[in-house]
């Protein structure tokens, strides 16, 4: 079979579906939400009302969905960088022009919004109603080390999605040796058992070594041959299974969060590499709403919490917090689908209006870092990878 590269229309599909893929993940992330950080009555269920509802919550795995996206990251980024023979560092120069241009601008704008979230959530929103996490963020002193340092993306308490944009930052770093190593295929091996051991480190879950194997296998996915097992769909589906479900067998195990994280990244790597290596073109992914909505996924990734924290304060001063804690399912749908409607709009005034013209303007001065070094040529020109790759 070959490569779904070498013909740009294949290529456009095939990144407008990991955009949609993007774009879905963020969405799980925020209805996750909506059903996770806050404490509500849960009446007793039994029989098949129980199993029922541990279906249809747990397919809201929030945690499967970022380490979904670190996959995709280290995919996309793979793509960007492998049309180059030689990492020069005029290259590696550009790579991170585009990378803080493509993350700094929405982080800075969400800060202040979270902040703001945080005022009202105090102020209307009495003690014990968030877990633990959240009501220890909610309680964190807003000054100017802290906002300083939010700032530079290394503090992630105003906003808790922060602590994954901390991650990618940490990889964008790492990312160009990273792939120059994925790329030697006699170096492979090596390089992802030192990752997996890096992965297994017992060091605590925010410092994010244990996605280093994610943005490794997912640099690995363009560059491997394109031959898949005749049976690549029926894996492709239990991958898509275990990345929903993993954390719901694995409940009770007592196993640190690292061992599902990993699982996860085996999962997510199965199921884009088959998406990559397969050339399927599944009609939802390459619907417009939904290529739209992975458009704007890193504004609603970043802004949902904050604008949950405002609907749920503002609901909960007018019809009153235990009355929303007292009906779970009813708040989390309905919880879900405002947040869902004011933050897309609001991502969707933040992309044309603050990312995309800075985006664009880090492409050019990348660009133009390139345009000076003769040797930082492509192999071959593959303008809609590089496009669509920077917005990861």
């Given at each position: 079979?070959?490569?779904?590269?070498?013909?740009?229309?294949?290529?456009?599909?095939?990144?407008?579906?990991?955009?949609?893929?993007?774009?879905?993940?963020?969405?799980?992330?925020?209805?996750?939400?909506?059903?996770?950080?806050?404490?509500?009555?849960?009446?007793?269920?039994?029989?098949?009302?129980?199993?029922?509802?541990?279906?249809?919550?747990?397919?809201?795995?929030?945690?499967?969905?970022?380490?979904?996206?670190?996959?995709?990251?280290?995919?996309?980024?793979?793509?960007?960088?492998?049309?180059?023979?030689?990492?020069?560092?005029?290259?590696?120069?550009?790579?991170?022009?585009?990378?803080?241009?493509?993350?700094?601008?929405?982080?800075?704008?969400?800060?202040?919004?979270?902040?703001?979230?945080?005022?009202?959530?105090?102020?209307?929103?009495?003690?014990?109603?968030?877990?633990?996490?959240?009501?220890?963020?909610?309680?964190?002193?807003?000054?100017?080390?802290?906002?300083?340092?939010?700032?530079?993306?290394?503090?992630?308490?105003?906003?808790?999605?922060?602590?994954?944009?901390?991650?990618?930052?940490?990889?964008?770093?790492?990312?160009?040796?990273?792939?120059?190593?994925?790329?030697?295929?006699?170096?492979?091996?090596?390089?992802?058992?030192?990752?997996?051991?890096?992965?297994?480190?017992?060091?605590?879950?925010?410092?994010?070594?244990?996605?280093?194997?994610?943005?490794?296998?997912?640099?690995?996915?363009?560059?491997?041959?394109?031959?898949?097992?005749?049976?690549?769909?029926?894996?492709?589906?239990?991958?898509?299974?275990?990345?929903?479900?993993?954390?719901?067998?694995?409940?009770?195990?007592?196993?640190?969060?690292?061992?599902?994280?990993?699982?996860?990244?085996?999962?997510?790597?199965?199921?884009?590499?088959?998406?990559?290596?397969?050339?399927?073109?599944?009609?939802?992914?390459?619907?417009?709403?939904?290529?739209?909505?992975?458009?704007?996924?890193?504004?609603?990734?970043?802004?949902?919490?904050?604008?949950?924290?405002?609907v749920f304060s503002v609901a909960g001063h007018v019809v009153g917090t235990a009355a929303l804690l007292a009906h779970p399912s009813l708040t989390q749908a309905g919880l879900g689908i405002t947040t869902v409607v004011l933050t897309t709009a609001l991502a969707a005034m933040t992309y044309n209006i603050l990312e995309l013209p800075l985006h664009n303007l880090g492409r050019r001065l990348g660009n133009a870092l390139l345009v000076q070094?003769?040797?930082?040529?492509?192999?071959?020109?593959?303008?809609?990878?590089?496009?669509?790759?920077?917005?990861?």
């Amino acid at each position: 079979m070959s490569s779904v590269t070498e013909t740009s229309g294949t290529e456009r599909n095939y990144l407008h579906q990991l955009t949609s893929l993007r774009g879905v993940a963020c969405l799980v992330v925020l209805f996750g939400h909506a059903i996770q950080v806050f404490r509500y009555q849960n009446p007793q269920r039994t029989g098949a009302r129980a199993a029922m509802h541990d279906i249809v919550t747990y397919a809201f795995n929030a945690e499967a969905a970022v380490v979904l996206f670190f996959v995709l990251s280290g995919c996309v980024l793979s793509l960007s960088l492998r049309k180059y023979t030689h990492l020069t560092g005029r290259i590696v120069g550009s790579f991170y022009i585009k990378r803080v241009f493509r993350i700094y601008p929405l982080l800075w704008f969400s800060i202040g919004l979270a902040i703001a979230s945080m005022v009202v959530a105090r102020g209307w929103v009495g003690d014990g109603v968030f877990v633990g996490w959240l009501s220890r963020n909610l309680q964190t002193p807003v000054s100017v080390r802290n906002t300083v340092m939010s700032v530079a993306g290394v503090f992630t308490r105003y906003n808790g999605p922060m602590w994954s944009l901390r991650v990618e930052l940490m990889y964008s770093v790492a990312f160009p040796f990273l792939f120059w190593l994925v790329r030697a295929p006699r170096l492979r091996v090596v390089t992802l058992t030192g990752l997996a051991a890096i992965a297994l480190l017992p060091l605590p879950h925010e410092v994010g070594t244990v996605f280093a194997l994610s943005f490794g296998v997912g640099a690995l996915i363009p560059l491997l041959p394109t031959t898949l097992s005749p049976r690549h769909g029926l894996y492709a589906l239990l991958a898509l299974v275990v990345l929903l479900y993993d954390r719901y067998a694995l409940a009770g195990s007592g196993l640190p969060e690292r061992i599902p994280d990993m699982i996860e990244t085996v999962a997510a790597f199965i199921l884009i590499r088959d998406l990559y290596a397969s050339g399927r073109q599944y009609r939802v992914l390459l619907s417009r709403p939904v290529i739209a909505i992975g458009e704007l996924s890193y504004g609603i990734y970043l802004l949902h919490l904050p604008i949950m924290l405002m609907v749920f304060s503002v609901a909960g001063h007018v019809v009153g917090t235990a009355a929303l804690l007292a009906h779970p399912s009813l708040t989390q749908a309905g919880l879900g689908i405002t947040t869902v409607v004011l933050t897309t709009a609001l991502a969707a005034m933040t992309y044309n209006i603050l990312e995309l013209p800075l985006h664009n303007l880090g492409r050019r001065l990348g660009n133009a870092l390139l345009v000076q070094s003769p040797s930082a040529r492509p192999v071959s020109p593959r303008q809609g990878a590089d496009t669509h790759a920077s917005r990861v």
